[in-house]
């Protein structure tokens, strides 16, 4: 079975600060995709990464990083220079792929991620 | 370009009536997600259509509840004889599957259902 665990449930940080959210998984297939998704408060679910198991290549995009370890089944997230707008629920999901095709997510429990100005 | 949507965004029912939500994909997706999350929990899984198929469903699926896609396009989710722990978001997403195709699942806005 797999799973997925957001240890931490809340952070709260000053803007501009970095910070790390943290995302440790479980599975036995060695065919799998990672994903993080951003929840503000508005509610809709923002999808803004997908890894694939074979490629450990971290990412940066703009201000987001994500640093994939397979050694450590984790898929960490860091926000530099934070923003009030980034403040949401940030989750971490997973899916073991058929084919190449992500099937369904399963996801942690999310980090809320608190930014004051 | 139009994502996901649902309808209705909120839904308030009494114990024991059914109800039917419904889901519009993005229109080139050929994959269609139903989940449903409590609050302060991250989505969990019901079940999925390939087209018109219906793929996988979670145990979390009970008997009262049964989702269709006919045609392959537009989704509905009904729940027969609501019950107050059916309370929750119950939320849409699609996406696309097949060689060079990006796989990540874009949801809507989900429907918030309160049973009271």
């Known amino acids: 079975a797999q799973k997925v665990t957001q240890a931490q449930t809340e952070i709260s940080v000053v803007e501009k600060e970095d910070v790390t959210l943290d995302c440790v998984y479980e599975?036995?297939?060695?065919?799998?995709?990672l994903f993080w998704y951003k929840q503000p408060p508005s509610g809709e679910l923002v999808f803004l990464i997908r890894?694939?198991?074979?490629?450990?290549q971290n990412e940066i995009s703009g201000r987001y990083s994500w640093n994939f370890q397979k050694s450590t089944s984790s898929f960490n997230f860091t926000i530099t220079a934070s923003q009030v707008v980034d403040s949401a629920v940030y989750f971490c999901?997973?899916?073991?792929?058929?084919?190449?095709?992500?099937?369904?997510?399963?996801f942690g429990s999310g980090t809320q991620l608190t930014v004051l100005p | 370009d139009t994502g996901v949507s649902q309808n209705p965004r909120h839904k308030i029912t009494k114990r024991g009536q059914n109800v039917t939500f419904r889901c519009d994909p993005i229109s080139e997706h050929n994959r269609l997600y139903w989940y449903r999350q409590t609050l302060g929990q991250g989505p969990e899984f019901l079940t999925y259509f390939q087209n018109e198929a219906q793929l996988e469903k979670s145990r979390l699926l009970s008997d009262r509840f049964s989702a269709e896609r006919p045609k392959g396009s537009f989704s509905t989710l009904e729940i027969q004889r609501t019950e107050q722990g059916d309370s929750a978001m119950y939320l849409c997403?699609?996406?696309?599957?097949?060689?060079?195709?990006?796989?990540?699942?874009?949801f809507g806005p989900g429907t918030r259902l309160t049973v009271t």
């Open positions: 999901a997973l899916s073991e792929g058929d084919s190449g095709s992500a099937r369904q997510l399963t």
């Open positions: 997403a699609s996406s696309s599957s097949g060689q060079g195709r990006s796989y990540e699942q874009y």
């Open positions: 599975t036995r297939d060695t065919t799998y995709y």
């Open positions: 890894r694939n198991s074979f490629d450990e």
